[in-house]
């Protein structure tokens, strides 16, 4: 589990569960909805008091939506803690009024789990009752393994929310291993609305559906969901001796790890030459596909004094949005401008906000790009970097420059992608085990 952001209210259990606690009306002067952090931040506390004290705020059916709120996210926190205790609770939410207690409620199941068959098909039941969030419904009966519910399932598969449509057609592969309907799947990943891609993703994976490992390469979504889709298909893949690193994941790894937009299928496109500044504009859209579209079209058509714009551009807008600080980053790299290389070092490579962890890869891949002696000097601290994305970057970057001096500080790297990665590199016919108790391993040929 990611938790970079788990402590960000700085509450002691004691504090949650006052607050918590607090009847509604004392808070009218206080900021912000207490509550709802309290309830949130609980997730850190996997006490019986901290799980009592949520279920006390799921049975307060105050019906102000304030109150609503923190009894959605208390269904959701006792997920989060995986209290079996609270299961009766929970299961009780599955006849609330509001859908998104439902939702919650569902997805806190999953992450309990169960095999009580009652629970299991009363869940099955919501994809019968109408506005429901049916994509969750659908991924917990997978998750738990409950095959009854694969008739409803199946009407889903043709849903026009493809979003809904990938998931069912997933589940009924995961549920009954016919895998016929996974290139329906796939084909997800070039659909034009951006959920749509960036879900099936997600829905591939929980398929280990790895011949999705190309497809999920190229897809116009951020980098983030594409590097996290391929990482999760190589552990269970290459663990499980079904994949082979040099041959079915390193080639796609890299490709990613660069961006390159030539490497990408584009689902959009222009129907007239657009202006410098729209291009500018469209590297802050949330929708990836077209800021790829831009990036590439700002390379063939403006490259020409491109780089003094996109520093400003920076200063202006870029500095505080994740998306664009990433484009940036490799604009600056593609481009080689040499003034960015500072910038590039300290609000790039050594940039400490966890939003920005792929400006971080972005930077090394860029310093290598600049290839000057500083730029290089500053590259090689990349490789000290906890993030197995800036090592990876730092490496590839290295390698572009011809430096090799500094790669056997990985050699006993704890993740195994940074140790196969190196292996391929320094030509070593070593195996790399995809865990440190060595008892899987994949050939890094």
């Known amino acids: 589990m990611d938790n970079r952001f788990s402590n960000m209210f700085g509450l002691s259990e004691e504090e949650c569960i006052r607050w918590l606690d607090t009847p509604m009306e004392d808070l009218k002067d206080e900021p912000g909805n207490l509550r709802y952090a309290a309830a949130t931040h609980l997730a850190n506390y996997p006490s019986d008091a901290s799980v009592q004290a949520l279920v006390r705020a799921i049975n307060n059916t105050n019906p102000e ?3 609503r709120i923190v009894r959605r ?3 959701e926190t006792l997920g989060r803690l995986k209290s079996v205790q609270a299961l009766p609770v929970v299961r009780g939410c599955l006849a609330d009024e509001d859908c998104y207690t439902v939702e919650n409620a ?4 999953g992450e309990i789990g169960t095999d009580d068959v009652d629970i299991l098909e009363e869940v099955s039941l919501l994809l019968e009752k109408p506005k429901q969030t049916y ?3 659908i991924h917990v009966l997978a998750k738990l393994g409950y095959k009854p519910g694969v008739a409803r399932i199946q009407k889903f598969t043709d849903h026009e929310d493809r979003s809904i449509a990938s998931a069912a057609l997933t589940s009924i592969a995961r549920l009954t291993d016919d895998r016929s309907q996974l290139d329906k799947v796939v084909e997800f990943l070039q659909d034009a609305n951006v959920y749509a891609r960036r879900l099936s993703i997600q829905d591939l994976v929980d398929a280990e559906h790895y011949a999705a490992i190309p497809a999920i390469a190229q897809s116009p979504v951020s980098v983030s969901f594409r590097l996290r889709g ?3 298909l190589a552990d269970a893949g290459v663990g499980a001796g079904k994949l082979d690193f040099a041959k079915d994941v390193e080639p796609w790894l ?11 299928a584009m689902v959009h496109e222009y129907d007239q030459a657009p202006t410098l500044e729209f291009l500018l504009g469209e590297l802050y859209q949330t929708d990836f596909g077209r800021c790829y579209l831009a990036l590439q079209t700002l390379m063939a058509d403006h490259r020409e004094g491109l780089a003094p714009v996109v520093m400003a551009t920076y200063m202006d807008k870029a500095r505080n949005d994740y998306g664009g600080h990433y484009l940036v980053m490799k604009l600056l790299g593609w481009l080689q401008y040499e003034p960015a290389l500072e910038l590039i070092v300290s609000e790039g490579l050594n940039n400490p906000m966890p939003q920005f962890q792929k400006s971080k890869f972005a930077a090394a891949l860029a310093l290598g790009d600049l290839g000057t002696p500083d730029a290089i000097a500053s590259l090689k601290e990349g490789l000290k970097s906890p993030v197995w994305m800036v090592k990876y970057a730092t490496l590839m970057a290295l390698e572009k420059v011809g430096d090799r001096t500094s790669h056997e500080t990985l050699s006993d790297d704890p993740d195994w992608v940074i140790r196969a990665k190196l292996t391929r590199l320094l030509g070593s016919a070593r195996s790399v085990s995809t865990d440190d108790s060595a008892t899987t391993v994949a050939s890094a040929r």
């Open 65 to 67: 939506l304030d109150n």
């Open 73 to 75: 996210k208390a269904v």
């Open 106 to 109: 569902v997805w806190s199941i």
């Open 135 to 137: 994509r969750v419904i």
């Open 230 to 232: 391929i990482r999760l």
């Open 254 to 264: 890299d490709k990613v790890i660069a961006d390159d937009p030539k490497d990408i």
